[in-house]
């Protein structure tokens, strides 16, 4: 099983949809974050969790809500996904040096 | 404004010679930078971490070198493979956020095609 497991892989919804992406990580560590990726732009902090009870937000937060539900798991809410949502996100863990990423999901807002 | 810049036309070499990509940045004062390769569609992965106070750092055919004078990072791949075609993000470290824990803000990345 990898470190960190996204769901889903790939996704298409229409705009207004509230849309659910998830993250669980078997590595035990107390920081999570998530990314969007754009092409051009690079990868851009959303939000990020340093232990169950914190919840902090990123460079680009808006439109977007997180829930760490335990230790493993932190999913990312899109409320009213709109098509700049577009995008491949990823879920990160981190402790220590290195950040471990998950395979992603390609979020696609028509 | 911050910024960090990698460059963005893709560096085409042949097996076997040297590869070096370029991180620059601009009002930081990272505490460290790493260096991730990406595969089309799937997540970074950690390469090398370099610490503010080191020189250069090694490992394996990978060689890193910050200067903080320069604001700048070179990533070296020695006697390069095809299998290291890729993209490669440099990455900073600011400063511990408080709590212990560590915000990473990456570059946009430099595509490498390593050519037989």
Known sequence: DADVTQTPRNRITKTGKRIMLECSQTKGHDRMYWYRQDPGLGLRLIYYSFDVKDINKGEISDGYSVSRQAQAKFSLSLESAIPNQTALYFCATSEGEGYTFGSGTRLTVV | SQKIE?????????????????????????????????????????????????????????????????????????????????????????????????????????QLKVEL
């Not at chain 2, 004062?29 to 370099?50: E, H, N, T």
């Not at chain 2, 824990?101 to 946009?108: A, P």
């Open chain 2, 6 to 110: 990698q460059n963005s036309e893709a560096l085409n070499i042949q097996e076997g010679k040297t590869a070096t990509l370029t991180c620059n940045y601009t009002n930081y004062s990272p505490a460290y930078l790493q260096w991730y390769r990406q595969d089309p569609g799937r997540g970074p992965v950690f390469l090398l971490l370099i610490r503010e106070n080191e020189k250069e750092k090694r490992k394996e055919r990978l060689k890193v070198t910050f200067d903080t004078t320069l604001k700048q990072s070179l990533f070296h791949i020695t006697a390069s493979q095809p299998a290291d075609s890729a993209t490669y993000l440099c990455a900073l470290v600011v400063g511990w956020v408080t709590g212990g824990g560590n915000k990473l803000t990456f570059g946009t990345g430099t």
